[in-house]
């Protein structure tokens, strides 16, 4: 029986031979294969690349433009960010994928959307702007930051995940690219605010499209989404 279950699960992942790109849009594969891509998306357009980028323009009044401070807070976003990768390690498993997912990324509105309104009724300079976006990457790793990998790989054929991941960088680049132009036309605390909105659409879709890969195989996730 074991033996027949690794059968068919390798049929309906290599069915009519290697499997190439264009499969990835057929009925078979195009559904899990688009929820990983739109999962990557919410990866980095939640504002993970300029907050770690440009994190100094982020604090540098709330820091009193202190070089010392803001790279004093930089290490510690870092250290932070790593420990809370660390963690998700252990507990992904124990409260699966979605439940995370949709929870952290919660958690990150808040963060994000809080950041914003004291930057607005407080000031730029308010020193607690910097202490609200240390705890961000907590939430980012405990959710996106890591779900966003994972699910790939337990979704997606091999190609399938290169391609997903590609999607990761190429939403990356785009993401940076167009940081400042927001910045310079809606300051700061709007940029917040829009990753905030793209934060809360992301986790309304997540949602209703994401299914739980915990304790499934990938034939299983396919035949879910179909």
Known sequence: KH???VFKDKQALTANGNL?????????????????????????????????MFFN?????????????????????????????ITTNVVVEKYGRKPLLIYGMGLMCITQSLYALVGYFGGQDNFLLKYILIIWPIFYRLSVGTIAYVNAAEVAPSVGVSMIVCSNWICAFLNVQSFLPMLNMVGINGVMLIYTLIEVFSVKMYDVYVIESKGRTKAEMLRLYN
């Open 57 to 85: 323009v982020f604090i540098a009044e709330s820091a009193d433009n202190n070089p010392d401070t803001i790279s004093s807070f930089a290490t510690l976003m870092g250290t932070v960010s790593l420990l809370a990768a």
């Open 3 to 5: 033996l027949d279950k």
């Open 20 to 52: 190439t790109m264009r499969d990835m849009f057929s009925p078979k594969y195009r559904r899990a294969f688009l929820v990983g891509i739109f999962i990557m998306a919410g990866n980095q357009f939640c504002g993970f690349s300029p907050v770690f």
